[in-house]
T-cell receptor, first 114, second 114 residues
Framework: AQSVTQLDSQVPVFEEAPVELRCNYS??????LFWYVQYPNQGLQLLLK??????LVKGINGFEAEFNKSQTSFHLRKPSVHISDTAEYFC????????????FGGGTRVLVKP | DADVTQTPRNRITKTGKRIMLECSQT?????MYWYRQDPGLGLRLIYY???????NKGEISDGYSVSRQAQAKFSLSLESAIPNQTALYFC?????????????FGPGTRLTVL
């Protein structure tokens, strides 16, 4: 069965520091990769997605992610976080062999401290 | 106005009661989904519908049922609610004609079963 693992359940980080959120998935077949953000008391909002082509994907709010096929990873990064980046972040994978349904990781809660 | 709306936003009910959660969308998408979110588990798929006549079980459909009343409406029912169905429920939509079947989420319904 396909699975998605977010290695850190919580990441505290100081304002203006960089942050990296890790995501690994289990699949040897073609996938589409997504990062969603959930701000407090809100639904999920798409940050970025990888379909094909360049392995470095840029998203909204200064976030970017890098697809690494050999390591089956799709880590999310931001060079300098703001207080407003405090949220929960979800990695999701769409496995083409599974009819493109999304499988989500468990989420990483980012707390940005002043 | 929001593209994907969910009602109610919050609901507290008692064990054994029948509950219906409703989702409406104005995006014109054929595909609709219901997920539940639990801490540390991410989002898990309950049911999905690729068009009005096509309804499919997700990974955790036991105890739930759905109805696709129209392209724009997809309801989730708990026939006899139990406490472990306490969770945050999300509806999502997607457009299969897009290059990648990206999902768009509603704001969520927080359900508490006492």
């Amino acid at each position: 069965a396909q699975s998605v693992t977010q290695l850190d359940s919580q990441v505290p980080v100081f304002e203006e520091a960089p942050v990296e959120l890790r995501c690994n998935y289990s699949s040897s077949v073609s996938v589409y990769l997504f990062w969603y953000v959930q701000y407090p008391n809100q639904g999920l909002q798409l940050l970025l997605k990888y379909l094909s082509g360049s392995t470095l994907v840029k998203g909204i709010n200064g976030f970017e992610a890098e697809f690494n096929k050999s390591q089956t990873s799709f880590h999310l990064r931001k060079p300098s976080v703001h207080i407003s980046d405090t949220a929960e972040y979800f990695c999701a994978v769409s496995f083409k062999a599974a009819g493109n349904k999304l499988t989500f990781g468990g989420g990483t809660r980012v707390l940005v401290k002043p | 106005d929001a593209d994907v709306t969910q009602t109610p936003r919050n609901r507290i009910t008692k064990t054994g009661k029948r509950i219906m959660l409703e989702c409406s969308q104005t995006k014109g998408h054929d595909r609709m989904y219901w997920y539940r979110q639990d801490p540390g588990l991410g989002l898990r798929l309950i049911y999905y519908s690729f068009d009005v006549k096509d309804i499919n079980k997700g990974e955790i459909s036991d105890g739930y049922s759905v109805s696709r009343q129209a392209q724009a409406k997809f309801s989730l029912s708990l026939e006899s609610a139990i406490p472990n169905q306490t969770a945050l429920y999300f509806c999502a939509t997607s457009d299969p004609t897009a290059v990648v079947d990206t999902q768009y989420f509603g704001p969520g319904t927080r359900l508490t079963v006492l």
